[in-house]
């Protein structure tokens, strides 16, 4: 009968080295939940002021093209963007923005957006509205938008010549 030594039966992994690995894996899990989650909030305000950017932006090549919409009575004025549910704004419902056609007759409203949940316009903005006007190819009202959200603030800056950037 052949006796076998025991380091022929040592075969795979201590119970011990088992627990390590699991506790790096664990460690390891946890900061890039922590970092994915960190990323997708920052991500999600970003897009929220990349989306009133881009309104701005649309409103001043719709005052650039200086074509009158057959809704328009009278003299076609500009394109105003108004920042909702700021104190001195035009519109009383929170966290939305809009995008009106103003002409001398009257004025119309050609879209409303609404900020994600979490995601406010702060009171420190300087300017609830924004005018583009069509003949003076400026803007009236310039100055800029916070926006805050998940304890970070993203500024939208809109400059006397209707130059729309985010800092």
Not at 124 to 153: A, E, K
């Amino acid at each position: 009968m052949k006796y076998r030594s025991l380091a022929s039966f040592k075969k795979g992994f201590t119970l011990i080295e088992l627990l390590i690995v699991l506790s790096v894996i664990g460690i390891i899990s946890t900061v890039s939940i922590v970092s994915f989650v960190s990323y997708n909030k920052s991500s999600v305000l970003k897009q929220a002021s990349l989306d009133v950017a881009s309104l701005l932006r649309d409103a001043k090549s719709r005052t650039q093209s200086q074509r009158k919409p057959s809704s328009c009575t009278g003299t076609l004025i500009g394109y105003r963007v108004d920042i909702c549910g700021l104190s001195t704004s035009n519109c009383s419902t929170a966290n939305t923005y809009r995008l009106s056609m103003v002409c001398s007759g009257n004025t119309t409203v050609l879209s409303t957006k609404s900020l994600p949940s979490d995601i406010s316009f702060s009171s420190s903005s300087t300017s609830p509205s924004f005018l583009f006007q069509v003949l003076s190819n400026g803007v009236t009202g310039s100055g800029f938008v916070r926006i805050s959200g998940y304890n970070t603030t993203q500024d939208i800056t809109v400059g006397s010549g209707g130059t729309v950037t985010i800092n």
